[in-house]
């Protein structure tokens, strides 16, 4: 297990409470030994003018997943981890529905973690591939 800190579902969600990812609407799901998944509705709040899901709230969406993991790797609140770098190739359109992302790091150094961040639609279906460089900072 990767986790410094186990992270429960309801902490996870209850971090997000008054920020951009829940007015979005993220809501984190699933608890893997090495992952974390959230959901996020694609509807007014997420979708650009021409009705598909914003490429900005796919970035929001990995960002959260990729920034809260890491929190969930380190001696929080001794270290924070902030957001250094995101990428992000944007797969398929989708407008309607929920997006599921999953945060899996590709490396866990001690001031620097890399995340790959995969959203699908409801099918399963790839969306957007993300990858996050995170910097753990002395709190």
Known sequence: MIWKTPPTLDALNRLGEGTAAAHLGIEFV?????????TM????????????LHGG?????????GS????????????????????????RSVRSGLVRGV????????????????ITDEAGKPVCVSRLTVAVISG
């Open 103 to 118: 945060a899996r790091p590709l490396r866990l150094g001690r001031r620097i973690h890399v995340w790959e961040i995969s």
């Open 30 to 38: 699933e608890v893997g030994e090495d992952y974390l998944a959230a």
């Open 57 to 65: 709230a796919s970035l929001l969406l990995a960002e959260t997943l």
């Open 41 to 52: 509705p694609v509807d007014f709040r997420t979708q650009q003018p021409l009705g598909m």
């Open 68 to 91: 809260v993991a890491s929190t969930c790797c380190i001696d929080f609140p001794r270290e924070h981890a902030v957001g250094l770098e995101i990428n992000a190739s944007h797969l």
